[in-house]
């Protein structure tokens, strides 16, 4: 049904699910400004394959960042799925939808170039999630592409319509994909709330469960 979002060589190498979360120690002392380790050490978990994984994750190490703390307590719960890969590479459309909006967010830790797409599916949620109940609605909601490359930002405009297989994007570098190792942000999105070109990607504790049901898990957009 959906095109692939990646190109073919990505996966002839086949996906390694990885775990940076708060119960990995290893993970948990990462210095997400070290990118040499950090890339070196998602390296040695992807073990020669394509990292994935991330989704309702409790990663203690955005505490790191100022775009996830208040004075209080630092957002750690991630919203979407990662896929780390060399930057540059192409990313495509995995089905039609026009651009809802898009911008690029600076700053250690912010999502650098993104691009937001809109979609209207048939039955999207019941299909992918395992629901055998056909309710026959066309479901319309959003996947927040990010850490792209700035170039990708170029000579595109909101409402403009992407054909299913077209590129998007390309992933961007560290320095234009807020610092992080070279990876793919996709998370879904079932109401933008009145944002445009941003979305939180990662929620306080306390919120997980409004924000996860809001943001349903877009595993079955990459691997199908």
């Given at each position: ?123 999207f949620f019941e299909n992918n999630t395992n ?67 941003d979305f939180i990607g990662v929620c306080y ?12 898990n877009p595993t079955d957009l990459i691997m199908?």
């Amino acid at each position: 049904m959906f095109s692939k979002i990646f190109p073919e060589s990505i996966y002839q190498k086949g996906f390694h699910q990885i775990d940076l979360s708060a119960q990995n120690p290893d993970a948990v002392a990462l210095n997400l400004q070290d990118l040499h380790t950090c890339n070196a050490y998602i390296e040695k978990l992807c073990n020669g394959k394509i990292g994935i994984g991330g989704y309702g994750e409790k990663r203690v190490w955005y505490a790191q960042s100022n775009i996830f703390r208040n004075e209080n307590e630092a957002r750690n719960i991630h919203l979407g799925v990662d896929i780390w890969a060399e930057a540059g590479t192409p990313i495509y459309n995995f089905w039609e939808g026009k651009i809802h909006s898009f911008a690029y967010n600076e700053g250690f830790g912010n999502y650098g170039g993104t691009i937001i797409l809109e979609y209207e599916i048939k039955d999207f949620f019941e299909n992918n999630t395992n629901n055998n109940t056909k309710n026959n609605n066309i479901d319309n909601f959003f996947v927040l592409y990010g850490h792209l490359s700035k170039k990708s930002l170029e000579n595109i405009q909101e409402n403009q319509i992407i054909q299913k297989g077209t590129e998007i994007a390309k992933l961007g570098n560290p320095s234009e994909n807020g610092g992080w190792s070279p990876h793919l942000h996709i998370q879904i999105i079932k109401d933008m709330q009145g944002k445009k070109g941003d979305f939180i990607g990662v929620c306080y504790e306390k919120d997980k469960d409004f924000y996860l049901n809001l943001c349903p898990n877009p595993t079955d957009l990459i691997m199908n």
